[in-house]
């Protein structure tokens, strides 16, 4: 059995396996529905993170740190590109999707990688843009959802992989693209767009689900007339950024989605006077009408390309004798946020840095509005240096929470740093306009620390650390799974190594090395009463480069193997 399983994989990555598409059996296919988004089945991974709230949780509890040690490949497949894979498996009654950097979408039987379908966009000639992935489709009805990069809303049939409709979302050519996975809620299609890097305005616009009609826009950044306008000097409103780089979490409670906004445009606050809403900020967003219900701005007048656009995790927590409703974001800037929310605000909590950070003087402990050193403030014409570096305490892979522990779990960089002078730039639609380029952008560490990526646990209830596991030769570039069953999965490390930590104690219980470096989130899943373990492994994009610039300094190894393979697992009998 064992025999057969390892050369069924074999012959998955050295590409043996792709047959001519076949259509999903039609009774072996369960629409999703609202409610099936709402309370999903632990067998299911419906969502990119499991469910609405973004906790990257999976209930299942077969596998345990009594019998991770038996975790073996089931089977893989060569997903056949390159490039950073940065979404999870998603796993809807025994059918897995995968999408991967240049907006392809993979089918696959869940149980046995058998190859289902494939869509492969065709994307313009011309395109271009920052980043080349996408971080994952969203499945309602019968439909699978992609944000494409030459920014398109496309709807497929998700038993045979057709287009069912696409829906143009904005202009390539003028810096638009999108990497998110859409988020569906109340029947309607929401999604964000990336390019702040290219000078435009974000916004996060919701389509009807079966029709693909355009329901509401809502900027990200206010125009004239509307509340946070006045925060902008001139006409800066006009190419400020606020990108909407990852999908929002949902909250069917309150009925409002939260969406994580990137840095401002250029990047240089002394180039756009005033706050700058709703850049680097968490926005709340009604998914029936796209009414702003609230924000929470985490630092004004941004100028270290920290961004903040990871949704934050819907949880509650319990502080100073009550229970909170709460939000949840360990952010960019290298602080750990515990906000609260209600229908009509998002209020300040508490805020404690989980790695170094230089910048903030003090954090106003009612408002959370923080108070900068002057000095590490790059402007135009002045350099200044800033730690953590604009990667930030944690980038864009994802934490996870745990509702069993009331602990969060965190991909988290430290002993790092970034320097910046800023310039002006001529603006031209379509093209980097940040105020430095790319080869000026500075990257230091600090050569005598003995470790740079961590995973840091994180009990909610008195915010306080439970552990933590330090990488000595690598950053931490890995979103995470964490379960029932006690563990915590994710990759994120040069060394291309995927482990299982034992969620109480912060153990490494269990690790196999992958083909390349894993940046996607794991999911996990179960068919006929076995639970399996799954995530796509494909270095690529930021880690990489980032790799480069510490070879540089450090002398790390350059070049991390390439090559996008989806992994599953299960514990062998």
């Not at 991770?68 to 894979?85: E, I, M, N």
């Not at 006077?273 to 701005?297: C, R, W």
């Not at 995973?455 to 799974?481: C, E, T």
Request: proline fraction near 6%; aromatic fraction near 12%; charge should be neutral.
């Amino acid at each position: 059995m064992k025999t057969s399983r390892t050369l069924l994989a074999l012959a998955a990555v050295l590409g043996l396996l792709m047959l001519p598409g076949m259509a999903v059996a039609q009774g072996s296919y369960s629409p999703v529905t609202e409610q099936r988004l709402v309370k999903p089945e632990p067998e299911n991974w419906l969502q990119i993170r499991g469910n609405y709230q973004g906790w990257g949780y999976s209930p299942l509890g077969q596998i345990t740190p009594g019998n991770v040690k038996k975790l073996t490949p089931v089977w893989a497949f060569s997903t056949g590109v390159d490039s950073g894979h940065e979404a999870p498996p998603i796993v809807n009654n025994g059918v897995m999707f995968v999408v991967t950097p240049y907006a392809q979408v993979i089918a696959l039987e869940a149980k046995t990688g058998k190859f289902l379908w494939r869509y492969k966009r065709e994307l313009p000639e011309d395109f271009k843009a920052l980043h080349n992935t996408s971080r994952g489709i969203a499945l309602y009805d019968d439909k699978v959802y992609l944000a494409s990069l030459d920014c398109f809303l496309v709807a497929l049939d998700a038993r045979t992989g057709k287009v069912a409709w696409e829906k143009k979302v904005e202009d390539y050519h003028t810096g638009y693209y999108m990497t998110l996975a859409p988020l569906i809620a109340k029947g309607k299609v929401m999604v964000g767009v990336s390019g702040g890097e290219f000078g435009v305005r974000g916004f996060v616009q919701a389509f009807d689900a079966r029709s693909g009609e355009p329901a509401w826009k809502t900027h990200t950044i206010p125009g004239p007339g509307e509340p946070g306008h006045d925060t902008w000097s001139g006409d800066t409103w006009q190419r400020g950024g606020a990108s909407v780089w990852l999908t929002g979490t949902y909250d069917p409670e309150l009925n409002l989605t939260y969406w994580g906004t990137g840095n401002a445009s250029p990047w240089f606050g002394d180039q756009r006077q005033g706050d700058n809403l709703y850049t680097a900020s968490t926005v709340a967003i009604e998914p029936e009408t796209g009414k702003m219900k609230g924000h929470f701005q985490y630092q004004w007048n941004e100028s270290w390309d920290w961004d903040e656009p990871d949704a934050p995790l819907v949880l509650d927590y319990q502080k100073d004798g009550r229970i909170v409703k709460g939000l949840v974001h360990p952010a960019r800037n290298g602080y750990l946020y515990l906000l609260e929310r209600s229908r009509e605000r998002i209020g300040f909590v508490s805020a404690n840095a989980y790695v170094k950070q230089n910048v903030f003087r003090s954090i106003d402990p009612k408002t959370g509005r923080p108070e900068y050193y002057a000095e590490r403030i790059p402007k135009t014409g002045k350099r200044a240096d800033f730690c953590p570096s604009l990667w930030g305490g944690k980038d864009w892979p994802s934490a996870a929470y745990n509702p069993k522990m009331g602990r969060l779990f965190i991909p988290a960089n430290d002993n790092h740093c970034g320097f910046m002078e800023g310039k002006v730039q001529q603006y031209v639609a379509g093209q980097w306009w940040t105020g430095v380029d790319i080869p000026d952008i500075g990257f230091a560490v600090d050569k005598s620390a003995k470790y740079f990526g961590q995973i840091q646990a994180w009990d909610l209830n008195g915010v306080k650390r439970a552990w933590s596991h330090q990488f000595p030769d690598s950053m931490a570039w890995g979103g995470m799974l964490t379960t029932a069953g006690g563990l915590v999965f994710t990759g994120g490390t040069n060394d291309r190594q995927f482990r299982a930590f034992d969620a109480s104690s912060g153990k490494v219980l269990w690790q196999f090395r992958t083909n390349s470096g894993i940046v996607a989130p794991p999911s996990s899943f179960a068919v006929n009463g076995t639970q399996y373990i799954s995530v796509v492994s494909g270095w690529g994009v930021d880690p990489a480069f980032q790799q480069g610039l510490l070879s540089n300094l450090l002398g790390w190894e350059k070049d991390v193997p390439q090559g996008g393979v989806i992994w599953v697992f299960a514990v062998s009998q």
